[in-house]
């Protein structure tokens, strides 16, 4: 049995937006460090619960990105999504959906990971950031962006995009403050919905978030970001993706081709990548499936021809 968790933290706000998709606002007993930016926009921490009704499967701890600023000091911000069909017998997601504010729960106070601009593409770097997230996956980005105008209200977010996908309008969280974030600083933001046929009232973007850099619509995103036709390439443009292994394996697959590098160690060495070559894509997986399987020799061999000639290509224009 898993040991049960030492309850430390209490669900303050909860705020459901649809039947499987929520904004879960928690304060850890520990006060947050008032001064100081006490954690990098794109990490996570960890969220647990215990099972009540079924005692013996014990506690259950689950990695949730960061939805809300460092900035903000008074509670820390997670956007979730219900997992239907779970892998687990105890899953986080089905105790967390029988909670609501008021009751207590465990988080890992101190934040990790990498999955940050100092991180990935650096703080300054000028090019474009290109934030593909996937559902819920769009959490670290929204830090990211929440923070730069905490910082300086007056930042252009011109340099970032995101790509926001989800099946229907709906679930389409925190929209209004995005849409609010385009007006104020000219963020780019893309939401897009890949069931629009049972969507009947949206008018924006259709498709899966990753269907951005597919044929003939990349064209579509150098007009948006001013650059030249074929100019959506890893010297004006850094790619970060958040979410499950499809989204991750085909921006990937549509990207390499441009000469964009993963910041995969093993998917570099399938591809031959020499290790002077930055990365230019990165990711944070909420899934465990590799995003291309290395194992599949006639894809992996494409890939890998369409990156070095893309690399040829880029090398005998200079
Ligand atoms: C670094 C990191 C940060 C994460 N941040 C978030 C976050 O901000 N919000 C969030 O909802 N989840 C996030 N996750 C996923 C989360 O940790 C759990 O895996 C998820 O909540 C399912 O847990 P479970 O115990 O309910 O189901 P499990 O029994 O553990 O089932 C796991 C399966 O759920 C599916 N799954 C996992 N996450 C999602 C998702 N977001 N949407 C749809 N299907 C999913 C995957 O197929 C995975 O194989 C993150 C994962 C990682 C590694």
Known sequence: MAKPLEYNATLVEREDLTSALGVFRIRPDEALPGTGSWFVPGQYMVLGLNNEVKVELGGV??????????????????????????????????LLWTRKAGDRMYVRVHPTGKFTVPDTVGID??????????????????????????????RS???????????????LGYRDELEALVRNHGLHYLPTVSRPQQDPNWRGHSGRAESFFGPGRIDGLEDL??????????????????????????CIESLVPRGFVPDNRKIRRALEIADDLKPTIFYEAYDTIPPIDLEDAPRVAGLKAAFHAAHSATRSAL
Do not use: W
């Not at 977010?157 to 679930?171: E, F, K, N, Q």
């Not at 004006?236 to 991750?248: D, K, M, S």
């Open 61 to 94: 701890r689950r990695p949730m990105s960061i939805a809300s600023a460092p900035e903000r000091r008074d509670l820390v911000e997670f956007y979730i999504r219900y997992v239907e069909r779970p892998e687990s017998d105890n899953p986080f997601t089905h």
């Open 225 to 250: 970001l001013g650059l030249p036709r074929g100019g959506f390439l890893p010297s004006a443009v850094q790619i970060l993706i958040c979410g499950l292994q499809g989204t991750i394996g085909q």
């Open 125 to 154: 770097d000028r090019r474009i950031k290109v934030c593909v997230a996937a559902g819920t996956g769009l959490a670290p980005f929204l830090s990211m962006v929440r923070s730069e105008v905490n910082q300086d209200p007056r």
């Open 157 to 171: 977010l011109a340099d970032y995009v995101i790509i926001h996908g989800a099946s229907y309008s709906a679930d």
